[in-house]
């Protein structure tokens, strides 16, 4: 790949695509030239290397052709200063004035092109087309403007002798100026801007040059877009931190509570192997994986005392956080004390050889099974003791539900054939101790599920134990919950969440066909998922337990679709709502590509570009109100993807915070209101305060002079009217002082209105 640093520019003209997309002030000001400094390096090499430099850009969205406020003039002063040299300027981006500009340029010169978004054909969309244009209209707009996009392409390209891309901000677009324009250049004549290039090496070094002890921290919504990446991290990092909304697919999938978060329902299994690939290098996992014993006694102990019941999520986590601990504090140092003896008595075998792990292993394994309960072969049913792994995740933690099974099955079938006084004694005495059993165990449990029973303040304590000692003792009398499997697929139909890989395919059948039930009675279901997703999840369940292989079938249609098309069925038919709610889901995930392809279904579609930032908005308005984003994140996507600025984003989130009936004046209306029908009219900081708000974002103090008479004009005259006017009078006097008048400037003002009024 051709580098800036291997190309010499001498006698070369090379259009640099840069993002001088900066903002400005009321008064066309540049207020940030962060981003004009970041294209500094590449602009001096081109210019050191005697080149003349075409600098192509944009500034803001125009929507009708040329505007003064988004012409490129604006900064072409700065940019001299910048580089130390005169800056020229041309007023158009193509045609003959531009050329006759470029022509003219001498080695070393610069020359600032018009703002290239000034043309439809730079990011290839229609423009001026009626609101209640037709669908055919609009095909036809969108087929003339890409076919006019190519020529618009082509002349720039002709500018120059090479492309160089530097253009960060905006690289993501699949515009003109970004993308296309980059096929009329052969490869050695086409690269990156050193900006381009630090961002892609910065990439490199980090994945490559590894200096430990080494820690990634990856955010972002979904772990179906981050898997790959995950897998070649596991391999690298000493430490993964996982934040942002997958965490809570991960939370899930380990048996978490998450509310109404964000969750991949069919990621879920995928999170677990992650976790799994993740303690591969475990010296105790290794320990585990050599079949000895499970070590999550807490997370058992955790079974066992919620008794797989619905808890007030804060309950649950601080009631077993002493029982994880001592999990965690006991085996560790049992694990170290072996270790440390190991040593001592074998100090010829290597450390954290495969060796030494294996002898620590056995010595730790003999000391759990002296002082720590646990789940041996000795004490397992027969089941248990299967060499098939289905059976043996089934029958996971079942050895006293089995071995009770068992005597009871036995005893039955003894004395059904042998009818001898024995064996009914035998079973007499079976079902007795099994009932005492199980009424006991009950009875224990009943008294924590009494205690952390919140939702019922009318009853009593008592009440509450009664009532859970009967669920428990029925549910403890079931015989399908000593049944590996069946025990199970109850759980599934009750509502739980049974993620082993042994049930994975009826849990996601049962899944499926509980989503078409919804997507076929419930119209808020149906707003946000569409039939093909659901069809899909239902096939994903059909081919897992039938062995069918609906899925395979449904995503090699879409596949096939794709190779024809270029587009993705599932895209095609999916609702605009969702594909906004999978839009920001792309943009928190800074996943360019996606939100890319996202656009482009939606323009395939013939949604309108205002529709689709509508559309959008709305989704980010909904999550922000909702406090699923933080407020510093929506600023950067409302700042970078809709080019707003900062007043223009500060009354944005306002009004979202306060409603539609919200305005930039109503916070200052009220203190107005306040003062006026409190009394206190000498009190005048709040309003104070609120015009100097105004005026930190922008508005002018005109504008406020222009809103106090047109809301209190009337309000006077009616108070004047009734005689009762002088307090108010003083206050709005006060105002107008407040924003520039003097004293007699605003009572002339005030006092006209009357005479107005009159004539």
């Not at 560790?332 to 001592?344: H, M, Q």
């Amino acid at each position: 790949m051709q580098t800036l640093d291997n190309f010499n520019f001498a006698g070369k003209k090379a259009f640099v695509r840069v993002d001088f997309n900066v903002p400005l002030d009321e008064n066309l000001n540049i207020t940030d030239d962060t981003r004009m400094r970041a294209a500094l390096p590449t602009l001096k090499k081109i210019i050191a290397d005697g080149g003349s430099v075409i600098i192509g850009s944009h500034l803001g969205r125009p929507k009708k052709g040329p505007e003064d406020k988004f012409s490129l003039k604006h900064v072409v002063a700065h940019l001299s200063e910048l580089l130390g040299q005169p800056v020229k300027f041309v007023d158009d981006s193509i045609g003959e004035k531009v050329k006759a500009a470029v022509a003219e340029l001498k080695p070393g010169e610069v020359l600032v092109l018009e703002n290239l978004r000034f043309y439809a054909e730079e990011e290839g969309k229609p423009r001026g087309l009626a609101e209640d244009a037709s669908d055919e209209e609009k095909a036809a707009a969108k087929k003339a403007v890409k076919a006019s996009q190519k020529e618009f392409t082509k002349e720039l390209a002709s500018l120059a002798d090479v492309y160089v891309n530097d253009a960060f901000g905006t690289a993501h677009r699949a515009h003109a100026s970004t993308a296309l324009i980059a096929d009329y250049f052969t490869p050695e004549n086409k690269m990156f801007g050193y900006l381009m290039e630090k961002e892609v090496k910065a990439v490199e070094k980090v994945m490559k040059d590894i200096n430990r002890p080494f820690t990634a921290i990856m955010g972002g919504s979904k772990v179906s877009s981050k898997i790959e990446i995950i897998e070649n991290l596991l391999n690298k990092v000493d430490n993964l931190i996982i934040t942002g909304g997958m965490t809570y697919t991960f939370t899930k999938a380990q048996g978490g509570k998450i509310g109404n978060s964000i969750c991949e329902d069919d990621k879920l299994d995928l999170a677990l192997d992650l976790m799994k690939k993740a303690k591969e290098n475990s010296a105790i996992t290794q320990w585990k994986s050599w079949g000895y014993f499970e070590t999550s006694i807490g997370q058992s102990m955790k079974s066992v005392i919620t008794g797989q019941q619905s808890l007030k999520e804060n309950i649950v986590e601080k009631s077993m956080i002493l029982a994880q601990l001592g999990d965690d504090v006991t085996w560790g140092y049992l694990w170290n004390a072996c270790e440390a003896e190991i040593k001592d008595k074998h100090p010829d075998v290597k450390y954290d050889s495969k060796e030494f792990i294996k002898m620590v292993a056995d010595r730790f394994d003999e000391i759990v099974d002296q002082t720590q309960v646990v789940d041996s072969v000795l004490h397992r049913s027969q089941i248990m003791r299967s060499q098939d792994k289905l059976v043996q995740m089934a029958t996971a933690f079942m050895a006293e539900p089995t071995k009770s099974y068992n005597l009871l099955v036995n005893a039955v079938r003894d004395a059904s054939e042998k009818k001898s006084k024995s064996s009914i004694k035998r079973l007499g005495r079976v079902v007795t101790a099994y009932t005492a059993t199980q009424v006991m165990n009950a009875a224990i449990v009943a008294v924590i599920d009494a205690a952390r029973d919140l939702e019922d303040d009318d009853k009593t304590f008592w009440d509450k134990y009664i009532e859970n000692l009967k669920g428990n003792i029925v549910d403890n009398m079931n015989p399908i919950s000593m049944i590996p499997f069946a025990k199970d697929i109850v759980s599934i139909f009750q509502g739980y969440d049974i993620s082993r890989l042994d049930m994975q395919g009826i849990s996601k059948l049962y899944a499926g066909a509980n989503n078409m039930r919804k997507y076929i009675t419930d119209p808020d279901y149906r707003e946000k998922h569409t039939f093909y997703d659901v069809a899909k999840e239902t096939a994903r369940g059909v081919s897992l337990v039938t062995g069918i292989p609906g899925f395979n079938v449904l995503r090699d249609i879409e596949s096939l679709y794709h190779a024809v098309t270029g587009k993705w069925l599932g895209g095609i038919i999916r609702s605009n709502t969702r594909q906004y709610q999978r839009s920001v889901d792309a943009l928190l995930d800074g996943n360019t590509e996606e939100y890319n392809s996202i656009m482009q279904e939606l323009s395939d579609k013939n949604v309108e570009e205002d529709k689709i930032d509508s559309g959008i908005m709305s989704e980010l308005k909904k999550r922000y109100t909702a406090g699923e984003m933080e407020k510093s994140t929506v600023e950067n996507i409302l700042k970078d993807q809709f080019e707003m600025d900062d007043n223009d984003i500060y009354y944005k989130l306002k009004k979202w915070e306060n409603g539609s009936d919200w305005t930039k004046y109503s916070d200052f209306y009220s203190a107005l209101d306040n003062a006026y029908e409190t009394g206190k009219i000498n009190d005048r900081d709040k309003i104070k305060a609120e015009i100097d708000d105004l005026k930190k974002h922008g508005v002018k103090e005109e504008n406020i002079k222009s809103q106090i008479t047109e809301k209190y004009k009337p309000i006077y005259l009616e108070a004047k009217k009734k005689g009762n006017y002088a307090d108010l009078k003083n206050l709005l006097i006060s105002a107008y002082m407040m924003c520039g008048d003097s004293h007699s400037e605003a009572m002339k003002k005030i006092d006209n209105w009357s005479k107005q009024k009159k004539s």
